[in-house]
């Protein structure tokens, strides 16, 4: 069975935009991306890694753990052996506790790509093989979220560009989530549920046109 790290943050921990409820696992985009690869007569097992709040390398002032290079190795440790680890991250890094543009979001994600490669597994284990997917971009938020991301729809212009040369640079498999879906109309920021059904499904193509399994 080959394992599949996703490493990310509310987009796919599924969180159900104008509420704190979560969508179920067959629901969020990670059950539909480990379903569909079964069906297509994958031996898989999708491990999510995904928390409210993550960025790439920041911390938030108010909560902890949310540093995503913060543990990373420990955990590309603990999931070993591991086929791929996905990166979706980046969002948060536009919130308005941070000045941050697209260039040092993606900088971000090109440290996680480093800490991944460099991870502590053991003798023998496979350095797994990595996708950065750019999110969707921010429109505008709204709801109870909205002070938080004030200004993120202009911050985040140009991540999926940034992202898309982190990738190049690094040799990594990329997906620009954005062609597939928009974000929600709710709040501007998650992902309805037919979003993450769109997405899940994209993935697993991605993932089956460029993974040997």
């Known amino acids: 069975m080959d394992q599949i790290l996703i490493y990310s943050?509310?987009?796919?921990?599924?969180?159900?935009?104008?509420?704190?409820?979560?969508?179920s696992f067959e629901k969020r985009w990670p059950g539909v991306f480990e379903n569909s690869l079964i069906k297509a007569g994958r031996n898989v097992r999708v491990i999510e890694n995904c928390l409210n709040g993550r960025r790439t390398v920041w911390s938030e002032p108010f909560r902890e753990g949310r540093d995503g290079s913060q543990g990373l190795a420990q955990v590309i440790e603990m999931m070993s052996p591991l086929k791929l680890v996905i990166l979706m991250l980046g969002i948060n890094d536009f919130q308005c506790t941070h000045d941050n543009n697209a260039s040092l979001s993606a900088q971000g994600t090109a440290k996680l790509i480093q800490i991944v490669r460099q991870a502590p597994i053991e003798p023998g284990m496979p350095v797994p093989d990595i996708m950065v997917i750019a999110p969707p971009p921010i429109i505008q938020p709204k709801g109870v979220i909205a002070s938080?991301?004030?200004?993120?729809?202009?911050?985040?212009?140009?991540?999926?560009?940034e992202l898309k040369k982190v990738a190049n640079d690094?040799?990594?498999?990329y997906l620009n989530a954005g062609s597939i879906t928009k974000t929600s109309a709710i709040d501007g920021i998650h992902l309805d549920e037919h979003q993450h059904?769109?997405?899940?499904?994209?993935i697993a193509h991605e993932v089956s046109e460029s993974l040997t399994f």
């Open 9 to 23: 943050d509310s987009l796919t921990w599924g969180i159900i935009p104008g509420s704190r409820e979560r969508l």
């Open 148 to 161: 938080k991301f004030k200004g993120a729809e202009k911050r985040c212009v140009g991540l999926a560009n």
């Open 170 to 173: 690094h040799a990594t498999h």
């Open 197 to 202: 059904q769109l997405l899940g499904k994209a």
